[in-house]
């Protein structure tokens, strides 16, 4: 097959067409726009997050302390005198030190012209001296409420990186080479971008992080051979076709979180911990959760108690006749694991005879970022709109998990496809990311109010599901914490507090990097490491103080503990279909399957 004549790089008649898709693009959105203000539908401008009372607050404390806002500009001035000094030796040809670095990971600098170009060096320079000056000048305002004070130093770092250099056509040097390179098309073609991603969200801006083409679920991720065996309204059961001739006799059942879907820990074949623990021997179920709409409104969280991780384990003892099961849970499929095993505690059920708790809160004291968007007046809010149909939208949710990371997922994004003009590259973790998933309303208000506000479940009694007290002291089995370093979802300090209410035996581990990259780490691609202490002690930094660190993947420890849980105990391997629950349909299944458009 002939390669295909390459195009000029200013093609008239291709930027024709680009503009010709432009103008088709905008004539609609501006139609849909005036459309839905005709109807009552347009921007309502509303304050629910509380962010301008937060700041208002903050103005009042700052003009009563003229001091500190005195302190700082003298401060951001002398830091400007030696920005100025530094920018001139290097423009003269001399060496400089910087006035000020970029963090460790900020991948907003790559492009050497930041470090080689004096004036670029000093756009970056700069905005960092700024940021820094106004995030130290806002981050300790005395007479502020703790909560508010949170709210201010997450939304003032959330204005700092959009007004970076890097998200600035004139600013930003690969920007600057592309444009002039292309006579503008990258900025043609990513004004068409923008335009399909508005027109994609029905008006609201949904930027495409990867090309989800280039994706097909049970094809090239989520395709580990299994089989659907037992379903109910709120879940799929999936057995995994064994890749070993014998296997552990216990059978192993992971609990995903319904916040995202399963398939995270089966992406590809070689980052696959669903794979991966099936070559190890395991009978590995999975389960994978609907994809709630108004019908499940009122599905609570004890409905995914009972309809979720007990039904799973009735199901697999019909499956395998085995009456003893080791469990995983994931963030919060960790948390209604940790319910599931203190309510099966009080009723004498010891059918799970190990945990294990992947990124999992018990404890939720100390919540890390996202407790700035849970407070009484955000939760009624939302409240106010899962109401009106039933459930909470998945790209809301979305939204509020990618501000956490704004640089990485949002406008990286920005520059690569508005500025730059590219298509996003294909990468099975941000499909994942943006095939998102809903939250039924009645069980999302539970969970926010008595895990996040009140912090109820590390309470004896805290919470009381299917008319049992909850108690997580009384969970007396053998469990394994895997928590990240870097984890802006599940901080570690948070998840460490949570494996101290347990009674049993706990293994804590922390491995390398965050709340996804450091649990999808496997063995082969050598990364990250983790640190193991073989005392669980009072307080978290005194564990990692005289923790251990290992090279490598934190997957090899956890099959050594398991194992040793497991014994010596083998059986010939188990199809599924084999035992008494029959097959119903090929994994990964229909529930899965559902795709929002949320990208």
């Known amino acids: 097959m002939s390669a295909q004549p390459q195009q000029p790089v200013n093609d008239p008649a291709q930027t024709a067409k680009i503009f010709a898709e432009v103008a088709e693009r905008s004539s609609k959105l501006l139609g849909d726009f005036a459309k839905s203000h005709a109807q009552g539908k347009g921007i309502a401008f509303t304050d629910e997050m509380g962010i301008a009372k937060a700041f208002m607050d903050l103005s009042a404390q700052l003009l009563a302390n003229p001091w500190k806002i005195a302190e700082t500009q003298v401060k951001m001035f002398w830091d400007y005198v030696a920005l100025w000094q530094s920018s001139t030796l290097k423009l003269l040809g001399h060496s400089a030190e910087p006035v000020a670095r970029p963090e460790q990971g900020d991948y907003r600098w790559r492009d050497e012209e930041w470090q080689n170009h004096f004036l670029f060096d000093y756009f970056k320079q700069f905005h960092l001296i700024a940021a820094r000056n106004i995030q130290d000048a806002v981050c300790c305002v005395e007479g502020l409420p703790l909560e508010t004070q949170k709210k201010i130093d997450f939304f003032t770092r959330q204005y700092l990186d959009a007004l970076s250099p890097s998200n600035f056509i004139l600013t930003n040097p690969q920007v600057l080479r592309e444009t002039v390179n292309s006579g503008g098309q990258n900025l043609i073609r990513g004004l068409n971008n923008l335009l399909d991603d508005i027109d ?31 379903q109910t309204d709120l879940m799929q059961l999936i057995q995994y076709q064994p890749l070993t001739a ?114 999992s809160l018990l404890d939720f004291s100390i919540p890390g970022e996202l407790g700035v968007f849970i407070d009484e007046q955000q939760v009624e809010n939302l409240e106010r709109k899962m109401s009106e149909r ?39 973790l941000l499909y994942w990311n943006s095939d998102s998933t809903r939250m039924p309303a009645n069980m999302h208000s539970y969970y926010l109010r008595n895990m996040y506000m009140k912090n109820a479940l590390r309470e004896p009694g805290g919470i009381t599901l299917g008319g049992v007290p909850i108690d997580l002291r009384k969970i007396e089995m053998p ?64 564990w990692q103080k005289h923790a251990r660190f290992h090279q490598g993947s934190w997957w090899t420890d956890w099959q050594a503990w398991i194992d040793r849980q497991n014994g010596a105990d083998r059986v010939p391997a188990r199809s599924p279909g084999a035992g008494r629950l029959k097959v119903i349909e090929a994994a990964p299944g229909s529930y899965v399957s559902a795709r929002l458009d949320a990208s």
């Open 479 to 542: 469990a394994y914490f895997i928590s990240t370093a870097e984890d802006h979802i599940a901080p570690w300090k948070s998840t460490y507090l949570g494996a101290r209410l347990l009674a049993g035996p706990v293994r804590f581990v922390l491995g390398g990097s965050g709340h996804i990259a450091g649990i999808v780490n496997p063995p082969s691609a050598d990364k990250y490491g983790y640190w193991t202490n073989d005392s669980l002690e009072k307080e978290p930094d005194a």
């Open 246 to 359: 014998e296997v552990y006799g216990r059978p192993l059942l992971i609990i995903p979180p319904w916040i995202n879907k399963y398939y995270i820990l089966d992406l590809r074949p070689k980052n696959s911990f669903i794979r991966w623990a099936v070559e190890q021997g395991h009978t590995v179920f999975v389960v994978s959760w609907v994809n709630p709409d108004k019908r499940h409104a009122e599905k609570s969280f004890e409905d995914y108690m009972f309809e979720g991780s007990l039904a799973a384990l009735g199901a697999i003892e019909e499956a395998t006749g085995e009456k003893q099961v080791n469990v995983i849970g994931y963030c919060l499929g960790g948390t209604l694991l940790g319910a599931t095993l203190a309510y099966m505690a009080a009723k004498q059920d010891k059918r799970f005879v190990s945990a294990t708790f992947f990124v």
């Open 200 to 230: 994609r969200g029905n008006g609201k801006l949904r930027i495409k992080m990867t090309d989800t083409n280039a994706f097909k679920i049970g094809k090239n991720v989520a395709a580990t051979p299994g089989k659907v065996v037992y």
């Open 390 to 428: 039933g459930y909470l939208e998945g790209h809301e949710m979305a939204s509020t998990f990618n501000m956490l990371r704004a640089n990485d997922l949002i406008w990286s994004f920005v520059i690569n496809n508005y500025l730059l003009g590219k298509e996003p590259f294909p990468f099975d």
